[in-house]
């Protein structure tokens, strides 16, 4: 009981905490805080366990992980309390007040981000007490001898209903249930209170985008094959992968967003939301990739994007001579390190503010984040961005660079098989191998496959949008009863083939071909 007792009551505590955050700290919840500082503190080796385990359910998975720890915790902390008197008290209010210091540190954290901790820390603690009460009277009418409450009848069942232990028992799980389910919709309050949060998705949804006045090149003849289990052209926006930092999605009003550019420059550049929009704005679609994508996997999406060149931007704050970096910052304090090179080449380096034709998600950057083909997104695709920083790679580092990870992150030349899928089974006969095949920046020249141990076959390419997208490829393929191997490896822009040398994602992206298994029936 005295275990049960703390678990209801960090569940209490947690959940205030979280309504809290929402009113007071949006960025300061409890969980986010904990969550945001083991991201922080976690080697590049964990971050690729963690999503080669999770994909891009990571962060649910440490969210979960947090909380079993917790809950692990306060049971631990009942039982001390009911051991020793005001001992599991303290702890759970040191554990608040610790939070709430780790909180202040954040990058994002505001003069109340201690708040939403050290109230929950003090709410479990004052709820544990009460409980680990409750639970000492239940036990201590349980431990009276029987013939204390037995009746004088002899009605066994009566005893084991009626009495004073049993009784005291009800009423202490009744106590610890309700302290859990109001924990429990306190955060389920939180959850739909969110001010800010709310408030930037009404904005969001308001904004009409302006109309580019450089639309992205019409699809040609041919771009997109008709088979059925390819990925198609366009990433839709709810299928586009994510990975990053943040537990708790930044919330940025427009109307407040300010990009700063400075550093190694002639002129600091500052710009509006309003400046952002009355631009030229540029349309173009570019595939981004996560560094962390292994062989064939999905970390990686094609998108149409809407924004501003950020080469005519660094034309405004004109960089010395000697600069060769742009750090980013994102509006939660996270950074990437970007070649000066790539932001200032006639490549379409953007400003992003529009995805697929709409605002940006919450969840992609909204309002304005970095897209840059070519370039991995850690060293790149900023979401949030509020600060560009002209300097040096040998004077700044970056959050991943600092972490191990290599420094400038080209997307290295991949290509996937989609169809079929590895480990399925296909029926005889004719059918089709497809897939496809990137390297922003210089783009696809053709796809080969190999089934079994048998030739390398040319397979059929798809007209690109560009050089900084995927593209389709399919092959016939008969096929016959049996277990079967398929690869594939892509050919780049200058005719050299795609690496069979296998590295795994870390430091600086997964090479290797991709091999799936099939049986055909």
């Known amino acids: 009981m005295a275990a049960l007792a703390g678990v209801a009551a960090a569940v209490l505590g947690a959940g205030a905490g979280e309504l809290l955050a929402a009113l007071f700290a949006p960025s300061a919840s409890p969980f986010a805080v904990v969550g945001g500082a083991l991201i922080d503190a976690a080697p590049a080796w964990a971050k690729d366990t963690a999503i080669a385990w999770f994909g891009t359910a990571d962060k649910a998975a440490l969210l979960i992980g947090i909380a079993i720890v917790l809950l692990g915790l306060a049971a631990a902390a009942g039982l001390i309390e009911a051991r020793r008197r005001r001992a599991g008290v303290i702890a759970l209010v040191a554990i608040g007040a610790i939070v709430g210091v780790v909180a202040l540190t954040r990058a994002d954290a505001g003069p109340l981000a201690w708040l939403p901790s050290v109230l929950a820390g003090a709410i479990a603690a004052t709820a544990l007490r009460m409980l680990v009460r409750g639970a000492s009277f239940a036990g201590a009418a349980a431990a009276q001898p029987a013939s204390a409450t037995a009746p004088m009848n002899g009605d066994t069942a009566g005893q084991a209903s009626g009495s004073p232990a049993v009784s005291s028992r009800r009423t202490f799980l009744v106590w610890a249930g309700g302290t859990a389910l109001v924990g429990v919709a306190l955060a ?23 109309r580019a006045a450089s639309p992205a090149p019409v699809a040609p003849p041919g771009a997109e094959f008709d088979v059925a289990g390819i990925s198609p052209l366009i990433t839709a926006n709810s299928d586009f992968y994510r990975i990053d930092t943040a537990l708790v999605v930044p919330t940025v009003d427009p109307a407040e967003w300010r990009l700063r550019i400075h550093g190694m420059v002639d002129r600091e550049v500052t710009l509006t939301w309003d400046e952002l929009l009355a631009l030229p704005l540029v349309e173009r679609a570019v595939t981004l990739s996560c560094v962390s994508n292994p062989v064939g996997g999905d970390l990686v999406g094609n998108a149409v994007w809407l924004g501003y060149p950020i080469r005519e931007l660094l034309a405004r704050a004109a960089p010395r001579s000697d600069a060769d970096m742009v750090l980013s910052t994102s509006a939660d304090g996270f950074t990437a390190g970007t070649p000066l090179e790539a932001l200032t080449d006639d490549r379409d380096a953007l400003l992003a503010i529009g995805m697929n034709g709409e605002p940006l998600p919450l969840a992609h950057g909204f309002p304005v984040r970095m897209v840059v083909p070519g370039l991995y997104g850690y060293v790149s695709a900023t979401k949030w961005v509020t600060e560009l920083e002209v300097t040096r790679f040998d004077r700044s580092r970056a959050y991943w ?6 420094a400038e992150g080209p997307i290295k030349l991949q290509s996937r098989i989609d169809v079929p899928r590895g480990g399925t089974s296909v029926g005889a006969g004719d059918s089709v191998i497809a897939g496809v095949a990137w390297q922003p920046g210089s783009g696809v020249s053709g796809v080969e496959v190999q089934v079994d141990n048998g030739p390398w076959e040319r397979a059929e390419l798809a007209s690109a949008l560009s050089d900084d997208t995927w593209v389709q490829w399919r092959m016939p393929w008969r096929a016959q ?17 795609q690496t069979d040398a296998i590295a795994p994602p870390a430091p600086d992206g997964a090479t290797g071909w991709h091999t799936i298994s099939v049986t055909v029936a």
Do not use: E
């Open 188 to 210: 389920a309050a939180g959850a739909l209170t969110k001010a800010g949060s709310a408030a930037v998705s009404v904005a969001r949804d308001a904004l009409r985008l302006p």
């Open 401 to 406: 660079t600092d972490r191990g990870w290599s």
């Open 481 to 497: 009863s049996g277990d079967h191997r398929i690869r594939c490896r892509a050919i780049a822009a200058d005719g050299t083939p």
